[in-house]
């Protein structure tokens, strides 16, 4: 990467990077006629105009590129994207999120062991959307030519929209190029789509994994292109948690295994329930031991509560079981005993940082292992069906950002090895605010319910 044959065409390149809310940014900068390498675009940024970065008093930031993350943006002839690393006074920028990634994958392979991380994305795609908020006015509305609320032919039901085919998928062209563009022009590895259990337009892809950087810059990617290929085609793509009331909302669902050489740490074949080491046990019990105050980093806005309630495939406790999709941590059973046997962790949606949600998810666990947690019994009912047979003998997930934020902030030690405090408490502190400033504006269906009270 950064050769001649790369840079000769371009003029411009896009400077990426992400703020510590999750928002992917940018800053197009020139590329100069003899520049001979991609290194050399490099980027001065405003740390103090940048979500959870820095104050007016030190708000000199540098952007460097990872050339690694080079592609030539389809939708420009002259335009390149990287994907940059975050610098203040010529050292690693510590609450740059990328770094908390980088970093771990560094610690684990001097270790000898190499994490494989992947996820499945959930996304809508609407016709339109139309929002306003103001003093005296709150509302929104969204257009889906696949909803059951549309006087349209071939529409979807609630809840009936998994695995549709085309005329009730309207987008299946959409989901190609999308695929096509990330694998053409982004080198990923695109494996599958399909419509998902939401009416109006719900979808899932999901990509071949790798290290936890190479992963949160491809969940990272998959939002943007996404998103641009939709608005050029005069949609609106998003991955919002909840954004249809009384249908699913959108899970980003992380999958783990740990690997020394060629050898999964997760694979016994010896145990009889679902091929599990003790390892992988432990690391289960880690998730289940710090799963609540985990809950502030991997559903980290007020309205991933509204999707994380019962009824809707998404979990409510923090139980575990083999092909039980009812459960926060499920073991994928597709085959009876797989060599590449791995933890499905559910509650996480796509409004999480991946950088920090990923690098957490991989923390607990670890903990779990090195403290030997048990995580108890496999659950193996529904439980959805079973939560008053099962309320008080097994956690429950928060019931709100402000309750997760809490227990992130009473249970904190374990991400310290790459966590710096300094991260950890803009990053509170910054959800803190979005909770108090969202909890004051009143909602429709606060009116709709209390106006005659």
Known sequence: MGNDAEIKDLRWASLQFTDLAGFFRQVIVRVRPGSRSLEELVSKLDGSSVKGFTGIEESDLLLKPDVKTFAKLPWSNSTGRLICRVYLGGERFVRDPRYVAEKLDDLLTSTNIRPFVSAELEFFVFDKVSVEVSPQKQFFEISSAEASWEDLPFVNRVKEGYYVTYPRDKFVDFKTELAETLINYFSLGVEALHHEVAAASQHEISFVGGSLTYVSDSIQTVKYVARTLAFLKGYVATFMPKPIYGDNGNGMHVHVSLWRG???????????????????????????????????????????????????????????????????????????????????????????????????????????????????????????????????????????????????????????????????????EMKRKESRVLQSYPTPAELYHYLDL
């Open 262 to 428: 060629d050898e999964n740490m997760f694979y016994d074949p010896n145990d009889e329930y679902a091929c599990l080491s003790q390892e992988a046990r432990y690391f289960i019990g880690g998730l289940i031991e710090h799963g609540r105050a985990l809950s502030a980093i991997v559903s980290p806005t007020t309205n991933s509560y509204k999707r994380l309630i019962p009824g809707y495939e998404a979990p409510t406790y923090l139980a575990w079981g083999a092909g039980n999709r009812s459960v926060a941590i499920r073991i994928p059973a597709y085959e009876k005993c797989s060599r590449f046997v791995r933890v499905e962790y559910r509650p996480p949606d796509p409004s999480a940082n991946p950088y920090l949600a990923t690098t957490a998810i991989i923390l607990a666990g670890l903990d779990g292992v090195k403290k030997k947690l048990d995580p108890g019994d496999p659950v193996k009912e529904n439980m959805y069906e079973d939560l008053v047979a099962k309320r008080g003998s097994i956690k429950s997930l928060p019931k709100s950002l402000d309750e997760a934020l809490d227990e992130l902030e009473s249970d904190n030690d374990w991400l310290s090895p790459v966590f710096p405090k300094e991260l950890l408490e803009t990053y509170v």
